[in-house]
């Protein structure tokens, strides 16, 4: 039998993958503190109070009866809330990526502030086309001519750290390239720096701050960010989950971009076209025959990588998740990916095996022991378990339309700090895209519930699933 000469294609592009030492991560200090630092510090200052200002100003002309705009006034939270937004967009992309962090945070921030926060997703200008074209040039050692039949100067998106460009290749592959923005990393490390100050001012100054641990935010923030600048990483986790995809055989309308490696490089990601929507315009979503089922694909992949490879999409807001025009659902731009280790994967399948399968926690306080996240004054498992039940039995249980992500992540909180646990941060990080599964399905899959969909855990519990699907006569979607 002749070979697929496709597969011959593939295993070349794959061999063209950089050698291990160009994935590796530049870290600059956090801590370190200088003349930019000190510049940034004194214009992010400005910065803020003036947005503060000009919106609280606005806001007092605009509640003065017979003023344009007098009608439906704001209260005094979502004033200061949008002026914050307002300063993040003016102050550039480590900030707006910040709002991008609290819009997907809900549960942590107070409602106003993440709630303006959504307009941090949205594209922001882009950078002018002979850059990127400099930078393709740099990052891959040929001249754009030599690269590409043609490159379209007008990108398709512009984000925070990067934006995307069509391109065409030699082969006649229609095709993508992300570039970052030139000097980014830079100013990104700089924000970060200043911000790190303001987070332990706060800190010292209020017990929110301390509470929702502003400093670690930074931290956080900051290893998201010194992986994402390399963008051989992201490249290779976006590899990697697409790889992922077909292990079990099927999630065939799942699609992740093929990555072109010979069009990679630190500043660039060069990687299969697709064409679509994002899943927010419910509008063309909403046409599907089947939009429900379009959400369960997606998070039965998602839960997929999470419980069983450890791998995840740490960023799925619409922008990231389109419907194609061929039907199928597509994860995109995997700049920020979650993992999980063993124990919490543990921890995590057996909540979600409890929820579908008998209602019984006491695998669940077992697995958070073998977590070590228990105290010398713990109960036996089976006491833990009922009191996870009484917390975490109806929200896993209910619709995920209905699920109030801030309850969820308040009750693990509340149980940990009275059983003595240590903060659950794997299922904070979980619960944050949750969140925008949520959303979706307000919009598209009412009355669906995510705890109780046997068909989410098809490939992590097989013959359980199975024996289920029988016993009540279903036959489960592709």
């Not at 990052?139 to 100067?153: K, N, T």
């Not at 597509?330 to 921890?347: E, K, S």
């Not at 979980?430 to 399905?441: D, P, T």
């Amino acid at each position: 039998m002749s070979a697929d000469p496709l597969s011959f294609a593939a295993a070349s592009r794959a061999a063209r993958r950089p050698p291990a030492e160009a994935f590796a991560v530049h870290r600059p200090r956090l801590d370190a503190f200088g003349v930019s630092e000190v510049l940034r510090l004194l214009t992010i200052t400005l910065v803020f109070g003036f947005a503060l200002t000009r919106r609280v100003v606005l806001a007092a002309v605009r509640s003065v009866p017979g003023m344009r705009g007098s009608a439906g006034r704001r209260t005094r939270r979502e004033v200061l809330a949008e002026g914050v937004v307002d300063a993040f967009e003016r102050l550039g992309p480590m900030f707006v990526k910040l709002g991008q962090l609290i819009a997907s945070s809900s549960g942590a921030f107070p409602r106003e502030l993440s709630d303006a926060c959504l307009r941090c997703l949205d594209d922001v200008p882009a950078f002018p086309a002979a850059a990127a074209r400099k930078i393709v040039e740099q990052d891959l050692g040929r001249p754009i001519e030599e690269l590409f039949v043609s490159f379209d100067d007008v990108p398709l998106s512009a984000a925070s750290v990067a934006q995307v460009h069509a391109c065409v290749l030699a082969d006649g592959r229609e095709a993508v390239i992300k570039v970052q923005r030139p000097g980014i990393a830079r100013r990104m490390i700089v924000d970060l720096r200043t911000a790190l100050v303001f987070a332990k001012l706060l800190e010292r100054r209020s017990e929110r701050a301390r509470i929702t641990n502003a400093v670690g935010v930074v931290r956080d923030l900051y290893e998201v960010t010194v992986a994402e600048l390399n963008f051989l990483v992201e490249a290779d986790n976006q590899s990697r989950i697409r790889t992922n995809l077909g292990v079990f055989g099927d999630n065939k309308e799942v699609v992740v971009p093929e990555i072109y490696w010979e069009l990679c490089g630190r500043r660039t990601i060069g990687m299969q076209r697709l064409r679509g929507v994002p899943l927010d315009r419910f509008d063309v979503v909403g046409t599907h025959p089947d939009p429900e089922l379009l959400i369960r694909r997606l998070v039965k992949v998602w839960l997929e990588g999470v419980i069983v490879h450890g791998l995840f999409h740490g960023d799925v807001h619409a922008g990231n998740l389109w419907l194609l025009e061929d039907g199928r659902v597509a994860m995109l731009d995997f700049g920020i990916v979650g993992t999980m280790a063993p124990p919490w994967r543990a921890m995590v399948r057996a909540m979600f095996y409890t929820s579908a399968f008998d209602g019984d926690f006491t695998r669940v306080a077992i697995a958070l022991r073998e977590l070590d996240l228990f105290g010398e004054r713990s109960a036996d498992d089976t006491a833990i378990g009922r009191q996870l039940a009484i917390v975490l039995g109806p929200i896993l249980s209910g619709e995920l339309a209905r699920l109030n992500l801030q309850t969820f992540t308040a009750a693990l909180l509340d149980f940990g700090k009275r059983r003595g646990v240590a903060g659950p941060e794997p299922l904070i990080l979980m619960g944050k895209q949750l969140g925008y599964f949520e959303r979706y399905a307000i919009a598209l899959a009412p009355g669906w519930e995510l705890g109780r969909d046997i068909y989410l855990l098809r490939n992590i519990f097989p013959a359980e699933v199975a024996a289920k699907a029988e016993e009540r006569g279903i036959e489960l979607p592709d």
